[in-house]
T-cell receptor, first 113, second 116 residues
Framework: SQTIHQWPATLVQPVGSPLSLECTVE??????LYWYRQAAGRGLQLLFY??????ISSEVPQNLSASRPQDRQFILSSKKLLLSDSGFYLC????????????FGPGTRLTVL | AQTVTQSQPEMSVQEAETVTLSCTYD???????LFWYKQPPSRQMILVIRQEAYKQQNATENRFSVNFQKAAKSFSLKISDSQLGDTAMYFCAFMYDGAGSYQLTFGKGTKLSVIP
């Protein structure tokens, strides 16, 4: 069966510090990978998605970036965090073709102070 | 672009009763998937039920069922025999089934409270 991992689970960072959140998927090959952000009391906003290694599409221009160095690894980064980057970050995967599924990781709660 | 609308920001239901959450969507596509996700206080998104647009039969998963009306672009979730553990935010989501990446478009959510 497929599983998706995210770490860290919780992170408190000062404004201006760098960020690296990691997501890995097990039990599937060539998944589509996604980063979503959920601000307090709001819905989910798609930040980035990837259909393959090194292929990243950005949905919202901001100071965040994403990378996919391996087939089942997706990383969300920032060089300098802003207060507005606080939120709950969710990684998700879906099948690349055919029957579409979308499963989410446990999430990372980021607080920028 | 696809949009998903959940018109009920909050709902409540008595334990053991039945509740229906509404969702409408707007798309020009013919092939797509619809989902209901549950987000309990732990905030992990849990897939509740999934419907393929090409299937006329409504999906069911134990106490959860949907009423999928493709022409009306409506996709409601019915929870039968509500339990305290059903208390959560519920999100309706749309995914286009076509070439390229499959991106989920979410509604703003409905907060469901099950009252003992």
């Amino acid at each position: 069966s497929q599983t998706i991992h995210q770490w860290p689970a919780t992170l408190v960072q000062p404004v201006g510090s760098p960020l690296s959140l990691e997501c890995t998927v097990e039990g599937t090959s060539n998944p589509n990978l996604y980063w979503y952000r959920q601000a307090a009391g709001r819905g989910l906003q798609l930040l980035f998605y990837s259909v393959g290694i090194g292929q990243i599409s950005s949905e919202v221009p901001q100071n965040l970036s994403a990378s996919r160095p391996q087939d089942r690894q997706f990383i969300l980064s920032s060089k300098k965090l802003l207060l507005s980057d606080s939120g709950f970050y969710l990684c998700a995967w879906s099948t690349p073709s055919g029957r579409a599924f979308a499963f989410f990781g446990p999430g990372t709660r980021l607080t920028v102070l | 672009a696809q949009t998903v609308t959940q018109s009920q920001p909050e709902m409540s239901v008595q334990e053991a009763e039945t509740v229906t959450l509404s969702c409408t969507y707007d798309t020009s596509e013919n092939n797509y998937y619809l989902f209901w996700y549950k987000q309990p206080p732990s905030r992990q998104m849990i897939l509740v039920i999934r419907q393929e647009a090409y299937k006329q039969q409504n999906a069911t998963e134990n106490r959860f069922s949907v009423n999928f009306q493709k022409a009306a672009k409506s996709f409601s979730l019915k929870i039968s025999d509500s339990q305290l553990g059903d208390t959560a935010m519920y999100f309706c989501a749309f995914m286009y089934d076509g070439a390229g990446s499959y991106q989920l478009t979410f509604g703003k959510g409905t907060k469901l409270s099950v009252i003992p």
